[in-house]
């Protein structure tokens, strides 16, 4: 393994020298602090009709992270693939250039600052997991204590006061984070870990009941514990979003690493059974649920629009092409506008064409993590990076499909756009693993190492 | 371990490998992505214009206060305009002179909405109608909002000082029509209100609205347009006119066959007269409409018949429950089943005959334009912001009541009025004046203080042209102790068409 410049220069076979795509992230994430910098000078422009002020020291801090980030990728994992930091950086700023916009109609409250914070704390970690992680298969190590330590983040915010009906922070001073967002990379390792370990015998052997095979208990009940533990502690908090996400990594992990479509009949049952039995018990669910179902009943009832409707108006504003960035009215929403629903003001002055690209841009991100994940070598790898991948594709389809009222309103943040520090940083160390996981899957491999890989 | 999970069929027993499920992990994932897509197209695309249409979505409503509303002007002035008040809805409406137009205008609010002119041409106005489009696909691309067009009346700013000054704090009403083109010159109704004091949103403005709507004085109502009222003797030119038209005479001069007095017919009630001068049989035409004689007319509308009559009054937009002006009128009634004696009252305006004050001035108007009733229009023309002409309007024909030679007819009998009879306070000097006084009964055994009516038209003397005014004013409630039309209206009359005839000099 080269573990620096100088060594792999150095044991680089003859020939051509291999692409890295360096130049070409480089290029992107140019792009994107241009892109973001633009939405940022036409937020000013619709709004105060002038340039903001300091367009040029926000540009700047973006562009220093980015390329901060792009020097240690180049310096230290070479051969990674060029577009997770772009996308990063891009979807991360047009976050900033919205929560600044939603800043200028609500003056009380000025949320893009801290972001701006975050995301630097989250470009740091980013940094440092590169640096410090030489090879994933590390984790791999620590993925049972890790869980234990995400169980335990997960317990602690039930001690603290719910904010909006929820448990899911932990409030220190100013600060307020969601270990909720932490946990899931740490579950995902755990999962990745776990079935790569037993994926063999959770194939194999079992009971066979009709055309199903159920796997042993004594393989399955560990991982089937934890999972529950996460689970409960969720819905306990109702922190509904996370639990759906959780929920489905847990199934579509599952289903890669055996290949058991019995795995995702079990759990569409089981989650069948819990929306029924979580909707019947918690009056908080029935009302979402009535809400996806019947956006506009409370309008009808002459009580006005409830935050669904208000997001649906926000979209139908936005038509095809947008309102424009600071035109639209989507603090019409009320409050977690710039939060959970965050994605009805990009839909409202970015319109659908503005929306379809911010898909796309996620698309593309989740897609270069599965093909890291298949590219690959150690099932680990490959379950880990599918893992993450997974999980921005979940959790976007979770906050995306309830703001645009396809499923209920769980409730999460949408990856690297909301307001939420936890899931900026998060999603950065994300970022961080794919582009570690990438560097190994495309490293061209040298002949007297490639034994070694075998064995 | 590599070996095994490196390609499709190399997972355990044969299963799929981690890239096999890999990949349709993958494409499940894509599918959600699609999901959510084809979910933000139905909303942004299919179902955009019912969510923006919502009345609980505050966009539309934000965006027309967004700019200034567009204005309407007499003659080339603004009588409105509109200041940024800074709140979420921004602009709102000013009037210059919101107490004199109120019955032109209505009023603009922005909790209250929008009526009369604001509202029938609230498109213009507020910039969304679709005539205002530029260049329609760029419009889409910018997103730009038309400014609000402008509305020019064709209201005759000195005729509706003098129509508000005349009926001061009576309780009234004028309409003033160009009987050629049927522009209306004048509309007032008083007591006013200044729709500025509601526009905006403020508590003020919801306690102004709130105290206007409780005046028992009902200052909001447009009784010009939106009242009817018995029209008492100023129906006679509709009967005259009926009675010409028809043949029942032929010769103003010549003595009808009424006898003295006269019982309307299927019952033991004479038709009493206000003026001895009418109590004699066999009066002629011109007579009985100088000394405005009942059982004359009453007679001759009964000789005329009820279809006839009632044809006559349609003529002149009796009966009509679509006059729009744009603004809708009040239908004015000519009941339709009658037996002999309810025609007979009813040729005298009495019995259920109902007319607003714009139909009296029509029936003036008509007469006075050789027997074509124009439409009357109270708009000349719609602009955009820049100047340029929308929409430009057209004289239309409303009906031909009646020849110019029976109409030539009216116009002698009327101007025998003002001459010689009940309209004198309407004489001009240097102007031919042509009228009818009217005082109608009303309520509980005519308990109620007379309407006072006058409706007449005026040109300058020798003028062969058609004059170029017509008027009705009607006086509901005075403190005057002699209600009569020619004491009350009449004087408010001539100060209108004096108000014209001076313009056009």
Not at chain 1, 66 to 83: E, T
């Given at each position: 393994?080269?573990?620096?410049?100088?060594?792999?220069?150095?044991?680089?076979?003859?020939?051509?020298?291999?692409?890295?795509?360096?130049?070409?992230?480089?290029?992107?994430?140019?792009?994107?602090?241009?892109?973001?910098?633009?939405?940022?000078?036409?937020?000013?422009?619709?709004?105060?009709?002038?340039v903001?002020?300091?367009?040029?020291?926000?540009?700047a801090?973006?562009?220093?992270?980015?390329?901060?980030?792009?020097?240690?990728?180049?310096?230290?994992?070479?051969?990674?693939?060029?577009?997770?930091?772009?996308?990063?950086?891009?979807?991360?700023?047009?976050?900033?250039?919205?929560?600044?916009?939603?800043?200028?109609?609500?003056?009380?409250?000025?949320?893009?600052?801290?972001?701006?914070?975050?995301?630097?704390?989250?470009?740091?970690?980013?940094?440092?997991?590169?640096?410090?992680?030489?090879?994933?298969?590390?984790?791999?190590?620590?993925?049972?204590?890790?869980?234990?330590?995400?169980?335990?983040?997960?317990?602690?915010?039930?001690?603290?006061?719910?904010?909006?009906?929820?448990?899911?922070?932990i409030?220190v001073?100013?600060?307020?984070?969601?270990?909720?967002?932490?946990a899931?990379?740490?579950?995902?390792?755990?999962?990745?870990?776990?079935?790569?370990?037993?994926?063999?015998?959770?194939?194999?052997t079992?009971?066979?009941?009709?055309?199903?095979?159920?796997?042993?208990?004594?393989?399955?009940?560990?991982?089937?514990?934890?999972?529950?533990?996460?689970?409960?502690?969720?819905?306990?908090?109702?922190?509904?979003?996370?639990?759906?996400?959780?929920?489905?990594?847990?199934?579509?992990m599952?289903?890669?690493?055996?290949?058991?479509?019995?795995?995702?009949?079990?759990?569409?049952?089981?989650?069948?059974?819990?929306?029924?039995?979580?909707?019947?018990?918690?009056?908080?669910?029935?009302?979402r649920?009535?809400?996806?179902?019947?956006?506009?009943?409370?309008?009808?009832?002459?009580q006005?629009?409830?935050q669904?409707?208000?997001?649906?108006?926000?979209?139908?504003?936005?038509g095809?092409?947008?309102?424009?960035?600071?035109?639209?009215?989507?603090?019409?929403?009320?409050?977690?506008?710039?939060?959970?629903?965050?994605?009805?003001?990009?839909?409202e002055?970015?319109?659908?064409?503005?929306?379809v690209?911010?898909?796309?841009?996620?698309?593309?991100?989740i897609?270069?993590?599965?093909?890291?994940?298949?590219?690959?070598r150690?099932?680990?790898?490959?379950?880990?990076?599918?893992?993450?991948?997974?999980?921005?594709?979940?959790?976007?389809?979770?906050?995306?499909?309830?703001?645009?009222?396809?499923?209920?309103?769980?409730?999460a943040?949408?990856?690297?756009?909301?307001?939420?520090?936890?899931s900026?940083v998060?999603?950065w160390?994300?970022v961080?693993?794919?582009?570690?996981?990438?560097?190994?899957?495309?490293?061209?491999?040298?002949?007297?190492?490639?034994?070694?890989?075998?064995? | 371990?590599?070996?095994?999970?490196?390609?499709?069929?190399?997972?355990?027993?044969?299963?799929?490998?981690?890239?096999?499920?890999?990949?349709?992990?993958?494409?499940?994932?894509?599918?959600?992505?699609?999901?959510?897509a084809?979910?933000?197209?139905?909303?942004?695309?299919?179902?955009?214009?019912?969510?923006?249409?919502?009345?609980?979505?505050?966009r539309?409503?934000?965006?027309?206060?967004?700019?200034?509303?567009?204005?309407?002007?007499?003659?080339d002035?603004?009588?409105?305009?509109?200041?940024?008040?800074?709140?979420?809805?921004?602009?709102?409406?000013?009037?210059?002179?919101?107490?004199?137009?109120?019955?032109?205008?209505?009023?603009?609010?922005?909790?209250?909405g929008?009526?009369?002119?604001?509202?029938?041409?609230?498109?213009?106005?507020?910039?969304?109608?679709?005539?205002?489009?530029?260049?329609?696909?760029?419009?889409?691309?910018?997103?730009?909002?038309?400014?609000?067009?402008?509305?020019?009346?064709?209201?005759?700013?000195?005729?509706?000082?003098?129509?508000?000054?005349?009926?001061?704090?009576?309780?009234g009403?004028?309409?003033?029509?160009?009987?050629?083109?049927?522009?209306?010159?004048?509309?007032?109704?008083?007591?006013?209100?200044?729709?500025?004091?509601?526009?905006?949103?403020?508590?003020?403005?919801?306690?102004?609205?709130?105290?206007?709507?409780?005046?028992s004085?009902?200052?909001?109502?447009?009784?010009?347009?939106?009242?009817?009222?018995?029209?008492?003797?100023?129906f006679?030119?509709?009967?005259?006119?009926?009675?010409?038209?028809?043949?029942?005479?032929?010769?103003?001069?010549?003595?009808?066959?009424?006898?003295?007095?006269?019982?309307?017919?299927?019952?033991?009630?004479?038709?009493?007269?206000?003026?001895?001068?009418?109590?004699?049989?066999?009066?002629?035409?011109?007579?009985a409409?100088?000394?405005?004689?009942?059982?004359?007319?009453?007679?001759?509308?009964?000789?005329?018949?009820?279809?006839?009559?009632?044809?006559?009054?349609?003529?002149?937009?009796?009966?009509?429950?679509?006059?729009?002006?744009?603004?809708?009128?009040?239908?004015?009634?000519?009941?339709?089943?009658?037996?002999?004696?309810?025609?007979?009252?009813?040729?005298?305006?009495?019995?259920?005959?109902?007319?607003?004050?714009?139909?009296?001035?029509?029936?003036?108007?008509?007469?006075?334009?050789?027997?074509?009733?124009?439409?009357?229009?109270?708009?000349?023309?719609?602009?955009?912001?820049?100047?340029?002409?929308?929409?430009?309007?057209?004289?239309?024909?409303?009906?031909?009541?009646?020849?110019?030679?029976?109409?030539?007819?009216?116009?002698?009998?009327?101007?025998?009025?003002?001459?010689?009879?009940?309209?004198?306070?309407?004489?001009?000097?240097?102007?031919?004046?042509?009228?009818k006084?009217?005082?109608?009964?009303?309520?509980?055994?005519?308990?109620?203080?007379?309407?006072?009516?006058?409706?007449?038209?005026?040109?300058?003397?020798?003028?062969?042209?058609?004059?170029?005014?017509?008027?009705?004013?009607?006086?509901?409630?005075?403190?005057a102790t002699?209600?009569?039309?020619?004491?009350?209206?009449?004087?408010?009359?001539?100060?209108?068409?004096?108000?014209?005839?001076g313009?056009?000099?």
């Amino acid at each position: 393994m080269a573990t620096s410049a100088v060594t792999a220069a150095r044991s680089e076979p003859p020939g051509p020298r291999p692409r890295t795509g360096r130049n070409v992230e480089l290029a992107l994430v140019l792009a994107a602090v241009a892109i973001a910098v633009f939405g940022y000078i036409e937020v000013g422009l619709n709004i105060d009709d002038r340039v903001p002020p300091d367009a040029v020291e926000y540009g700047a801090a973006l562009g220093v992270l980015a390329l901060l980030a792009h020097g240690v990728i180049r310096w230290k994992a070479k051969y990674a693939d060029p577009l997770p930091l772009p996308i990063a950086v891009l979807l991360n700023g047009i976050g900033l250039v919205v929560i600044y916009r939603l800043d200028r109609t609500t003056p009380h409250s000025s949320a893009a600052p801290t972001q701006l914070l975050w995301s630097t704390l989250g470009v740091a970690l980013c940094i440092a997991v590169i640096l410090l992680l030489r090879d994933h298969r590390l984790l791999q190590r620590y993925a049972y204590s890790g869980a234990l330590v995400a169980l335990v983040l997960l317990v602690v915010p039930i001690f603290f006061p719910a904010v909006y009906g929820s448990r899911i922070w932990i409030t220190v001073g100013p600060f307020s984070i969601q270990p909720g967002e932490f946990a899931k990379i740490l579950l995902v390792i755990f999962f990745a870990a776990y079935l790569a370990a037993h994926r063999d015998a959770l194939a194999l052997t079992g009971r066979r009941i009709w055309r199903f095979t159920l796997p042993p208990g004594r393989v399955l009940g560990p991982v089937l514990l934890v999972w529950v533990a996460f689970i409960g502690v969720l819905v306990l908090e109702t922190d509904l979003g996370m639990s759906l996400l959780y929920f489905g990594i847990f199934v579509v992990m599952l289903y890669v690493a055996t290949a058991r479509i019995s795995w995702i009949a079990i759990g569409l049952v089981l989650a069948a059974a819990g929306v029924v039995v979580v909707g019947w018990l918690s009056p908080h669910v029935h009302s979402r649920v009535d809400q996806w179902l019947h956006p506009l009943a409370s309008v009808a009832a002459g009580q006005g629009a409830n935050q669904i409707a208000q997001s649906l108006f926000a979209f139908a504003w936005g038509g095809l092409l947008g309102a424009g960035l600071g035109l639209g009215h989507s603090a019409l929403i009320g409050f977690a506008a710039k939060s959970d629903f965050i994605l009805a003001t990009i839909g409202e002055e970015l319109g659908l064409v503005g929306l379809v690209a911010l898909l796309l841009l996620y698309l593309l991100l989740i897609s270069r993590g599965f093909r890291t994940g298949i590219a690959l070598r150690d099932p680990f790898g490959r379950l880990l990076a599918i893992g993450l991948a997974t999980v921005i594709g979940l959790q976007v389809f979770v906050v995306a499909g309830g703001v645009l009222a396809l499923i209920p309103l769980t409730g999460a943040t949408l990856p690297f756009i909301a307001q939420g520090g936890s899931s900026v940083v998060t999603n950065w160390i994300i970022v961080a693993l794919l582009v570690r996981m990438s560097d190994l899957a495309r490293r061209p491999a040298p002949p007297e190492l490639s034994q070694e890989v075998a064995l | 371990m590599a070996r095994r999970s490196s390609g499709r069929g190399n997972g355990p027993q044969g299963l799929p490998g981690i890239s096999t499920t890999g990949r349709r992990a993958g494409l499940f994932c894509l599918v959600l992505i699609i999901l959510l897509a084809a979910q933000a197209t139905r909303i942004q695309v299919f179902q955009a214009k019912g969510y923006d249409h919502n009345p609980a979505n505050q966009r539309l409503t934000i965006q027309r206060y967004s700019q200034p509303r567009g204005n309407i002007l007499v003659g080339d002035t603004p009588i409105t305009g509109s200041t940024a008040t800074g709140g979420r809805y921004n602009y709102k409406r000013t009037y210059t002179a919101g107490q004199q137009y109120a019955a032109v205008t209505g009023y603009s609010s922005q909790i209250y909405g929008n009526t009369q002119l604001e509202g029938t041409e609230d498109g213009i106005l507020s910039g969304t109608d679709s005539r205002l489009d530029g260049w329609v696909v760029w419009n889409e691309i910018a997103r730009k909002q038309n400014p609000g067009g402008d509305v020019y009346t064709t209201i005759n700013a000195a005729a509706q000082q003098a129509a508000m000054q005349g009926l001061g704090n009576q309780k009234g009403a004028v309409a003033a029509i160009e009987p050629s083109t049927g522009r209306i010159l004048a509309l007032a109704s008083t007591p006013s209100y200044d729709p500025s004091t509601f526009a905006g949103a403020s508590n003020a403005d919801q306690s102004a609205w709130t105290k206007l709507q409780a005046d028992s004085d009902q200052p909001m109502l447009n009784r010009a347009l939106r009242q009817t009222y018995p029209p008492g003797s100023t129906f006679k030119v509709v009967t005259a006119a009926a009675a010409l038209a028809n043949g029942v005479v032929t010769d103003i001069n010549a003595p009808t066959s009424t006898p003295y007095p006269y019982v309307l017919p299927g019952t033991t009630t004479t038709l009493v007269n206000d003026s001895s001068a009418c109590d004699q049989p066999n009066i002629d035409l011109d007579t009985a409409m100088t000394l405005s004689c009942n059982s004359v007319m009453g007679n001759l509308g009964v000789q005329t018949g009820l279809d006839k009559m009632t044809s006559m009054a349609e003529n002149f937009g009796f009966n009509d429950p679509k006059l729009d002006i744009p603004v809708r009128a009040a239908r004015s009634n000519f009941d339709t089943q009658m037996n002999q004696s309810q025609v007979a009252l009813s040729s005298i305006g009495q019995f259920d005959t109902a007319a607003t004050p714009l139909v009296m001035a029509m029936v003036a108007a008509g007469v006075a334009n050789n027997g074509t009733v124009m439409y009357p229009q109270l708009v000349d023309k719609l602009a955009k912001s820049d100047g340029s002409t929308v929409q430009l309007m057209k004289p239309r024909t409303y009906k031909q009541a009646m020849s110019p030679a029976v109409a030539g007819q009216v116009q002698q009998l009327m101007t025998d009025v003002v001459q010689n009879g009940t309209g004198r306070n309407a004489r001009i000097a240097g102007a031919t004046v042509g009228g009818k006084t009217g005082t109608a009964q009303h309520g509980v055994d005519n308990s109620g203080t007379p309407y006072a009516w006058f409706i007449s038209w005026a040109k300058p003397a020798g003028s062969s042209d058609v004059p170029p005014v017509a008027v009705a004013v009607v006086i509901a409630d005075s403190n005057a102790t002699d209600v009569t039309g020619g004491q009350l209206a009449a004087p408010i009359a001539k100060s209108v068409m004096q108000a014209v005839l001076g313009g056009k000099g």
